[in-house]
């Protein structure tokens, strides 16, 4: 069954006198379960893929359905409420609180949970000891080196256990040992903990950990 | 659901120099609130509490609200007492009270001469001012003065210059002073006071200022009103001393409009001071602000947060400046051409000035908050 639905979805911007279409007419079904990876060059609408399918951009024309949910039609409140029970996202640059500590950090997701203190607590505790950040959960950011930063970050997107996570170039910014064990870390996830994953990258060898990859160009998938 | 305290709190120590300078001028302007606010309060008690609802004050019917130009018969408060059954009574004597009220330059010690106000009175005077104590010495005999509270100030000079035993010169005589009087902070506390029999001297007049007079409870001032009118031949025109100084308060609404003006023109420079503070903070925190609502965050909650650390700034400021102002303004005396009156912090002033001080906080994080809340998540998510 498919956890991320998109159906004829087009999506332009202006710049300038000029319209991009970096989406035109675009049609994909992720399963549960899935380890999708999207490349393709700079401009092709990777990143705008991405950012419909966690629901902070809206398409021009067609529709997304994702972990059940008809996201198109949703409010800006509705949207938010649903990313923080279905989404988590990785980003390239970790964007961690600065003024939150590790631990902080990744409780920000959860405390918009129904949760008590303590299953809060064990959640947290759960996902960093996934990342092997335990012993770091009382560092700020700026203690952190960039690999175990974006180790938090991934933290953070799956402590509320989401039913899809995307990742937009987790490995972009960090050197060649990091990025093997971030991508260690994604595939352990998508194995161990069955997380539904859309990663974008534009590196082949970090799309090759990926179950299902995808190239897209010109607003359109291309055979891989 | 709201971002976590610490959040709003920690913010604030990201950028020291910044949110000190913030701190330093949003708490200069709650002090120039409290200032003018303390200055407003203050001159509207001292004209409130002068007024005493049982006195009614007789003066010359063309003097309006300037007592100094008023002259009456010297006669006056003895036609009175035989004329108005509705005078009270105190220790056998009746509470009328002749006054000689003047405006004059006076000497203290071998200072420059400065204004001053002088009322000549009798010893019926404490008898019909029932909110006069005398704090210190006694009751000036001949050739004797006795200075109000706030008469040092009244003629810019310190307490010392005028205590007791110092003397000032006036309409051309030296005066002893023999006492300190209070008077529950009305405006004779900042006025001397002197025999009148010897003012009169002094000033070779025979006549009066005015005569005030206390009432029974009973008695209507109508029937000190109808006396004045009946008897044309004297001039004189009746009108309670509360509304006589509730007219005064008219007299200075225009200072008080201009020192609400202050307020409101002082309150809006706090308002850049915030906005430029948070306008700096939120600026750099636009990648920030986007992940927020990426992971899950609504945009009130966000706002809620961003005003929450303009409120805590403002707050702390409005907490510094409201200890300040207590401690080193409260009780401050300043002279006004009525004489003299203090800066009054009182709870009021302090509602005001703090109540200006959290406004400033929501309005100064509120500009830049929307600004950054109204950004695509996807562009801000990748801004520098």
Redesign the interface.
Known sequence: MAIVELKNVCRSFRKGEETITPLDDVTLEIHEGDFVSLMGPSGTGKSTLLNLVAGIDRPDSGSITVAGTEITNLSRGQLADWRAANLGYIFQTHNLIPVLTAYENVELPTLLLKQTAAQRRQRVELALKAVGLSDRADHYPRQLSGGQEQRVGIARAIVANPRVVVADEPTGSLDAATSEQIQDLLQRLNRELGMTVLMVTHDREVAGIATRRLILNRGKFLPS | ?L??W??SV??L??RPVRTGLTLMALSIVILLVFVVVGFIRGLERSLRVTGDPDVVLISSINSEANLESSAIPARTPTLIAASIDGTQSRYGVICASPEMYLGTRVTVSDREPAPGLIRAVTTAAPLVRRSVRIEEGHWPDRGEVLVGRLASAKLGMTDEAVAIGQTLTFEGQTWKISGRFTADGAAYESEIWCNLEDFQSATKRQDLSLVALLLKPSASPGEVSLFCKERMDLELRAVRETDFYAELQQHYRPVRLLAWTVVVMVAGAGIFAGLNMMYGAVAGRI??I???????????AILFSLIQEGVLLSATSSLISGVIALALLNGVAVRFTMGAFTLRIDGPAILIGCGTGLLLGVFGALPPALKALRS???VS?KAV
């Open positions: 659901m971002l976590p610490e959040y920690r913010n120590s990201r990648r920030e986007a992940t927020l609502q990426a992971i899950g965050y609504r945009r009130r695509s998540v996807a998510l």
